[in-house]
């Protein structure tokens, strides 16, 4: 159920691409606590995107989950904003993060809804 979706206007190599959507899905589900199977992680990079007026390494994340807790925002902030520092070396002060809990009948999957 949840999704992350990362955009960054740095060009991520394949493998360091590779590895940071699998430490992103890790660390969503670990978070969250619930099972990876059901975690989706997409990644856009090399995208035109300025913050601050200036084009330095950058990132957007949008997490949404079903019952996506309100009260997990901040660590949930802390954990993604700590992996794009570690595997894209963008700095925490160039990370926005947007979170959405989505209701289970607006979130569709294997023909239904949950």
Do not use: C, H
């Amino acid at each position: 159920m949840p999704f992350l979706m990362i955009q960054t206007n740095q060009s991520i190599e394949p493998d360091a691409a590779d590895a940071l959507v699998a430490e992103a899905s890790k660390t969503v589900a670990e978070t969250l606590g619930k099972p990876e199977k059901y975690v989706m992680v997409a990644l856009e990079d090399d995208t035109k995107m300025l913050f601050g007026g200036s084009p330095a390494p950058l990132a957007y994340l949008e997490l949404k989950s079903i019952g996506l807790p309100e009260d997990r925002a901040p660590q949930l902030s802390e954990a993604l904003s700590a992996m794009m520092e570690r595997a894209a070396g963008t700095p925490r002060e160039r990370v926005y993060i947007e979170f959405s809990n989505a209701p289970r009948n607006m979130w569709g999957w294997n023909g239904g809804t949950f």
